[in-house]
Nanobody
Framework: QVQLVESGGGLVQAGDSLSLSCAAS????????MGWFRQAPGKEREFVSA???????RYAESVKGRFTISRDNAKNTLYLQMNSLKPEDTGVYYC???????????????????WGQGTQVTVSS
């Protein structure tokens, strides 16, 4: 099992920056990729960004150029740096990890086996 704990959410104004962290523990050696998803009120959970241990990173079109995903292997921590935030970025952000993440499946929530509890990000206009 892998446990994921997100932190760093909060309330910011449009144009501000925010950084999210996701600390992984447990059998982290078994996973080969991690990602961020978000869910706005009344909407389905959507893909935001992902990183595979093979070195690939992916972003949703809506955040490309504004968000940056990175990880610290020594700390087993995944980060999401969010710049130029917009009100439409508001939602609960979830960290996820999986053992079989590939370049073809990184965007699909169903391939992620482990999920954090989520952290709220609210961007005011």
């Amino acid at each position: 099992q892998v446990q994921l704990v997100e932190s760093g959410g909060g309330l910011v104004q449009a144009g501000d920056s925010l950084s999210l962290s996701c600390a992984a523990s447990g059998r982290t050696a078994s996973i080969n990729g991690m990602g961020w998803f978000r869910q706005a009120p009344g909407k389905e959970r959507e893909f935001v960004s992902a990183a595979t241990w093979g070195g690939s990173t992916r972003y949703a079109e809506s955040v490309k150029g504004r968000f940056t995903i990175s990880r610290d292997n020594a700390k087993n921590t995944l980060y999401l740096q969010m710049n130029s935030l917009k009100p439409e970025d508001t939602g609960v952000y979830y960290c996820a990890a999986g053992r079989y993440i590939s370049a073809l499946t990184y965007h699909a929530s169903r391939v992620y086996e482990y999920w954090g509890q989520g952290t709220q990000v609210t961007v005011s206009s």
